[in-house]
């Protein structure tokens, strides 16, 4: 399965869903991943106004502005963007 895929199972269906699956779920999947896969689920959540959701994913990843350099000059300015974000837990 593809993040897109993980992401179509968060973010397009409800928590009643039997084929739901949590950004926990997702994460753990990911967890054996690269950096690069924890990079493309935080353009996706943020794409998807789950801006909140991504900075989660930057800080508990321990991810760096630099780790979204390879991806383009617009995912080195989203790094930038998370960087920044006060994150808000609620």
């Known amino acids: 399965m593809s993040v897109w895929e993980f992401m179509d199972d968060y973010v397009g269906k409800k928590p009643e869903d039997p084929k739901y699956r ?4 997702i994460e753990d999947m990911l967890m054996g991943g690269k950096k690069r896969m924890f990079v493309l689920l935080c353009e996706e959540l943020v794409s998807c106004g789950k ?8 800080i ?16 080195e300015q989203l790094g930038k ?6 994150y808000d837990q609620t």
Do not use: C, V
Request: glycine share 8%.
């Open 60 to 75: 508990r990843h321990q991810l760096r502005y630099q780790d979204f350099l390879s991806q383009g000059p617009e995912m």
């Open 81 to 86: 963007t998370l960087q920044s974000m006060e």
């Open 51 to 58: 801006q909140m959701d991504a900075k989660g994913i930057y």
């Open 22 to 25: 949590g950004l926990h779920r």
